[in-house]
């Protein structure tokens, strides 16, 4: 096992300057290229560090806690899991995740989430929501992943509701689409709120009036369906903005059985880019990609910054297809989500 003074040895430095570089304590303090020499003899002997020993040196364990409400159970957790899991281990800390199913079930996580001495939280609910941080975590550094704080005094992050409504249905005006419906969510949301904002907006500037015939607001029903049917039969439009690819299927439902084709005859875009639909649907529908591991990624780098008090680099997200905010953004901060081009929008 490599020693900070077979390194020391090496490179020509003390030990002590050995330590400042490797602990993240160089700046202003040891000189660049010095700090540098001394990273990639570091990496090229494989040196690891004890993380118990520099918990006991610190007082930091670098260790987060991820506290999810229904996020860890559904499709979309793994990409904002591995977001967070992604930056936090680059930058040397663990992530530990836990679900929760209420408020008795919320504190007893957070207590032992506590006794193992996390020294941040991610507090993270389903379907990006308003939700109060609970008043256990006070006294931490707390960052709200697709959820938003009451007072907008947690840092947050969640997609640009708003330009997923917009880019979608200027996407559909590009295909000289003449009556665009949108087939929402019945639910009040801020997705949904947000959404039918961008949808009329883009028409706006498109010199189209809005209509509110066209819009049709849906559960995931039987009803939704019939709904759907009936907007067909009463407004005829040849494209459709979805809030979300759930409510796409009863587009291409409905289609079907008026011997319509998407994508030739009519014009479909969704939102979620989610796997079943995604890989079910014919033609595949061109959708709105959430951005789950860039929320992932970006609350982690926010988080981190906070604990260490300096700036965090999120220019190296790896898989991301959306371009992050920068971390001081407004509270909260919105990911301009990625429109995937697949083949419902006749071309």
Not at 199 to 206: D, V
């Amino acid at each position: 096992m490599t020693t900070m003074k077979e390194i020391a040895e090496q490179t020509g430095v003390s030990i002590s300057t050995v330590s400042l570089v490797l602990n993240g304590r160089d700046e202003g303090r040891v000189n660049p290229a010095l700090a540098k020499l001394v990273r990639n003899k570091a990496t090229e002997l494989g040196y690891k560090i004890n993380p118990l020993a520099r918990s006991l040196r610190t007082n930091k364990t670098r260790i987060l806690g991820f506290i999810s409400e229904e996020v860890a159970t559904t499709p979309y957790a793994g990409g904002i899991i591995l977001g967070a899991q992604d930056a936090a281990s680059a930058y040397g800390y663990m992530l530990f995740t836990v679900s929760t199913d209420g408020k008795a079930s919320e504190e007893n996580e957070i207590a032992t989430l506590k006794r193992y001495g996390v020294d941040g939280f991610f507090y993270s609910k389903m379907s990006n929501r308003i939700a109060h941080v609970p008043e256990s975590l006070s006294d931490y550094p707390v960052v709200m992943v697709d959820a938003t704080d009451y007072e907008n005094k947690v840092p947050s992050v969640e997609p640009d509701e708003f330009m997923i409504g917009y880019d979608a249905t200027i996407r559909l005006l590009q295909a000289d689409c003449k009556r665009i419906a949108y087939v929402g969510c019945a639910e009040n949301m801020i997705a949904q709120d947000g959404r039918l904002a961008g949808y009329c907006t883009a028409l706006q500037e498109a010199g189209r009036a809005f209509n509110p015939s066209l819009v049709c607001n849906v559960m995931n029903d039987g009803p939704a369906l019939r709904a759907v049917n009936k907007l067909f039969d009463d407004e005829h439009p040849d494209g459709f903005f979805c809030f979300n690819d759930a409510r796409a299927w009863y587009v291409y439902e409905c289609a079907a059985r008026r011997g319509l084709t998407v994508g030739k005859d009519i014009s479909v875009v969704g939102v979620d880019n989610h796997r079943v639909f995604a890989e079910t649907l014919e033609p595949q529908l061109t959708t709105v990609e959430l951005p789950h591991y860039e929320m992932g990624y970006w609350s982690a780098c926010k988080l981190i910054s906070m604990i260490e008090g300096k700036d965090v680099d999120t220019s190296s997200c790896p898989s991301a297809r959306a371009s992050l905010p920068p971390l001081d953004a407004p509270i909260p901060a919105k990911i301009h989500c990625a429109l995937l081009e697949k083949d419902s929008v006749i071309s």
